[in-house]
């Protein structure tokens, strides 16, 4: 009996350690089914959830790709040393200009008959139009363009608006950068930013003026309430973040203005002419230059020029007018892109351009945009000075050639 006790005991034991090996071969099979099952599911849900917000949407997807700034257009070099090779020179000429929009209207015709690198569109442009009407007014500036052109915004926040001043876009009202800055930090910045470059895809822009990122402490400076903060680290991460967020979505960043309007205080704005920085060379070097060197070195496609006359570095010139000052934004801070003009016909600035046209002049300093108001007379001054050889066809090919080498690495031309 007792025998039989044991021997019913064993084989009890032996059936439940077979049973164990059974069903954990079981498990292990049925586990990745059931991890296909749950991620297909999930992914069914995702696609029946309403969707989220755009600015929460791409909170995570930053490009932290390390830019080579001293390389900034190479993958659209050849293509556009080939597009230039079939160009006239008027043609050329044009590509230097980025003209202020008088109307949407004319847009395509003025753009078509300059050869314009692009226009920039202001609030006025827009008045009375949808949301829904604002992308196709752009489309049709574009049309039948030889060339792709430049669809340039203004979205600063606060006064400096193309769009989120406009009726129908009050949930936008952008606050300006210091005042966001102020009230949430630099992650309220960020949000801004994100909300804005989103918007003005949207609406078919592919460059924004912006950031600035002049350094002002005081609110009687010129910059203080267009500029996010007096600190080196705050507008150098606000530089950063703009280019490496806003440019991946299509919309270039233009930093603003080389190489900065510092101290200079808002009673020296009289709208007459050029504001005067009398601070030493170094002292500018070291605080000024860091956040351009920033946005720089995290891949900003554009330069903007301010129009003050740096004493120390180049006291007969317009920073936007001086050889020097270009030569110190491409050797000491690095950059290979594309540099431009602020508003060159706001005010008179031909004493500052060595009695020749400033448009010309501007060409001459280094810039491959010049910003103008009146871009037919931007346009015949810089033909006039390549025909009498003041300005080279070489210099004249080479900022061609930048601005078609931009346009193909932006993906403006495609």
């Given at each position: 009996?007792?025998?039989?006790?044991?021997?019913?005991?064993?084989?009890?034991?032996?059936?439940?350690?077979?049973?164990g090996?059974?069903l954990?071969?079981?498990?292990?099979?049925?586990?990745?089914?059931?991890?296909?099952?749950?991620?297909?599911?999930?992914?069914?849900?995702?696609?029946?959830?309403?969707?989220?917000?755009?600015?929460?949407?791409?909170?995570?997807?930053?490009?932290?790709?390390?830019?080579?700034?001293?390389?900034?257009?190479?993958?659209g070099?050849?293509?556009?040393?080939?597009?230039?090779?079939?160009?006239?020179?008027?043609?050329?000429?044009?590509?230097?200009?980025?003209?202020?929009?008088?109307?949407?209207?004319?847009?395509?015709?003025?753009?078509?008959?300059?050869s314009?690198?692009?226009?920039?569109?202001?609030?006025?442009?827009?008045?009375?139009?949808?949301?829904?009407?604002?992308?196709?007014?752009?489309?049709?500036?574009?049309?039948?363009?030889?060339?792709?052109?430049?669809?340039?915004?203004?979205?600063?926040?606060?006064?400096?608006?193309?769009?989120?001043?406009?009726?129908?876009?009050?949930?936008?009202?952008?606050?300006?950068?210091?005042?966001?800055?102020?009230?949430?930090?630099?992650?309220?910045?960020?949000?801004?930013?994100?909300?804005?470059?989103?918007?003005?895809?949207?609406?078919?822009?592919?460059?924004?003026?912006?950031?600035?990122?002049?350094?002002?402490?005081?609110?009687?400076?010129?910059?203080?309430?267009?500029?996010?903060?007096g600190?080196?680290?705050?507008?150098?991460?606000?530089?950063?973040?703009?280019?490496?967020?806003?440019q991946?979505?299509?919309?270039?960043?233009?930093?603003?203005?080389?190489?900065?309007?510092?101290?200079?205080?808002?009673?020296?704005?009289?709208?007459?002419?050029?504001?005067?920085?009398?601070?030493?060379?170094?002292a500018?070097?070291?605080?000024?230059?860091?956040?351009?060197?920033?946005?720089?070195?995290?891949?900003?496609?554009?330069?903007?020029?301010?129009?003050?006359?740096?004493?120390?570095?180049?006291?007969?010139?317009?920073?936007?007018?001086?050889?020097?000052?270009?030569?110190?934004?491409?050797?000491?801070?690095?950059?290979?892109?594309?540099?431009?003009?602020?508003?060159?016909?706001?005010?008179?600035?031909?004493?500052?351009?060595?009695?020749?046209?400033?448009?010309?002049?501007?060409?001459?300093?280094?810039?491959?945009?010049?910003?103008?108001r009146?871009?037919?007379?931007?346009?015949?001054?810089?033909?006039?000075?390549?025909?009498?050889?003041?300005?080279?066809e070489?210099?004249?090919?080479?900022?061609?050639?930048?601005?078609?080498?931009y346009?193909?690495?932006?993906?403006?031309?495609?």
């Amino acid at each position: 009996m007792k025998k039989f006790v044991i021997i019913s005991v064993s084989l009890v034991l032996v059936a439940l350690i077979a049973f164990g090996i059974a069903l954990f071969h079981y498990v292990k099979v049925k586990e990745p089914e059931k991890k296909e099952e749950a991620e297909v599911t999930e992914a069914v849900e995702e696609t029946k959830a309403p969707a989220k917000a755009p600015t929460e949407a791409v909170k995570t997807k930053r490009d932290d790709t390390a830019v080579d700034a001293s390389k900034l257009f190479e993958s659209g070099q050849s293509q556009a040393a080939t597009h230039v090779s079939g160009m006239s020179k008027e043609e050329m000429v044009g590509q230097l200009i980025l003209g202020i929009c008088p109307d949407t209207t004319t847009a395509a015709a003025q753009m078509k008959q300059y050869s314009l690198a692009g226009m920039l569109f202001t609030k006025e442009n827009f008045q009375g139009m949808t949301k829904e009407q604002i992308p196709a007014t752009l489309t049709a500036a574009a049309k039948d363009l030889k060339t792709n052109p430049i669809l340039a915004a203004q979205e600063e926040g606060g006064p400096n608006t193309t769009l989120s001043d406009l009726t129908g876009f009050e949930q936008y009202d952008f606050n300006a950068p210091r005042t966001e800055f102020d009230i949430g930090g630099l992650q309220a910045v960020e949000k801004a930013e994100e909300s804005k470059i989103l918007l003005l895809k949207e609406a078919g822009f592919n460059m924004n003026l912006a950031p600035v990122i002049d350094l002002a402490t005081s609110s009687d400076q010129i910059m203080y309430s267009r500029s996010i903060s007096g600190e080196v680290e705050t507008a150098s991460s606000y530089a950063e973040y703009a280019a490496k967020f806003d440019q991946p979505r299509g919309v270039s960043i233009v930093l603003q203005h080389f190489p900065g309007y510092g101290t200079i205080p808002d009673s020296a704005n009289t709208g007459a002419g050029a504001v005067v920085d009398d601070r030493e060379a170094d002292a500018i070097r070291k605080t000024d230059y860091a956040p351009f060197k920033s946005g720089v070195t995290a891949g900003a496609h554009c330069v903007m020029m301010s129009n003050v006359v740096v004493q120390k570095i180049d006291p007969t010139h317009t920073a936007a007018l001086s050889p020097a000052l270009h030569k110190e934004l491409r050797d000491t801070v690095g950059f290979s892109g594309i540099i431009m003009t602020d508003v060159l016909d706001d005010a008179d600035y031909s004493a500052y351009a060595d009695g020749k046209k400033p448009a010309v002049q501007a060409v001459l300093a280094g810039n491959d945009l010049i910003l103008v108001r009146d871009y037919a007379t931007a346009y015949n001054d810089i033909l006039a000075a390549v025909n009498d050889g003041t300005i080279t066809e070489a210099q004249l090919k080479e900022a061609c050639t930048r601005v078609l080498a931009y346009k193909y690495t932006a993906k403006i031309i495609k």
